[in-house]
């Protein structure tokens, strides 16, 4: 059974600051993996959408890289902002043809 | 384009009540997904339909949840009756046809609260 866990919990950086937030996964027989904004009492927004194929993904401030035979994906947030505070979720789709979601890291910039 | 339309945005009822959640995706998007997420998770997989047929739901509680989606668009999930434990912000998501390679769209989700 496919688990996503995600490390750390919680993570609280000044203003400017690069990060990097991880995310394991337990099978590596996935289709893709996919990385999630989620705002207080809001939904899910999509960031960034690896395929399998693929090493990494960039939009903008954000980097996403996936090394599937390791089971990691890590998104770097390059100078980051205020704006950026929210919880970070990544999510794999596997052969299974379930979508698993990781509990989540939740991030402050501080000003 | 517009996103996925969830309704309502809140709702508190008390246990043994029943309650019903709508969900609008985005046009043209086949697959249609029912979520569960309780504070501090992960979003859980309750139902996944492919246009009006369900493709996965082995994760739903149906002795008292149900999920329908008339006419392959819009759809509706039910709680009856409620328990405590059903306190959750419950998200609809959808994809186009070829969802596996797709991103998820989410909507903006329904917050349940039981007392």
């Known amino acids: 059974k496919q688990e996503v866990t995600q490390i750390p919990a919680a993570l609280s950086v000044p203003e400017g600051e690069n990060l990097v937030l991880n995310c394991s996964f337990t099978d590596s027989a996935i289709y893709n993996l996919q990385w999630f904004r989620q705002d207080p009492g809001k939904g899910l927004t999509s960031l960034l959408l690896?395929?399998?194929?693929?090493r990494e993904q960039t939009s903008g401030r954000l980097n996403a890289s996936l090394d599937k035979s390791s089971g990691r994906s890590t998104l770097y947030i390059a100078a980051s902002q205020p704006g950026d505070s929210a919880t970070y979720l990544c999510a794999v789709w596997d052969y299974g043809q379930n979508f698993v979601f990781g509990p989540g890291t939740r991030l402050s910039v501080l000003p | 384009e517009a996103g996925v339309a969830q309704s309502p945005r809140y709702k508190i009822i008390e246990k043994r009540q029943s309650v019903a959640f709508w969900c609008n995706p985005i046009?043209?998007?086949?697959?249609l997904y029912w979520y569960q997420q309780i504070l501090g998770q992960g979003p859980k997989l309750l139902i996944q339909?492919?246009?009006?047929?369900?493709?996965?739901d082995s994760q739903l509680p149906k002795d008292r949840f149900s999920a329908e989606r008339l006419k392959g668009v819009d759809s509706t999930l039910k709680i009856q009756p409620a328990k405590l434990e059903d306190s959750a912000v419950y998200l609809c998501?959808?994809?186009?046809?070829?969802?596996?390679?797709?991103?998820?769209?989410f909507g903006n989700g329904t917050r349940l609260t039981v007392t």
């Open positions: 690896i395929q399998s194929s693929q």
């Open positions: 998501a959808s994809s186009f046809p070829e969802g596996i390679l797709g991103p998820l769209h």
């Open positions: 339909f492919q246009n009006n047929g369900v493709v996965d």
């Open positions: 046009s043209g998007h086949a697959t």
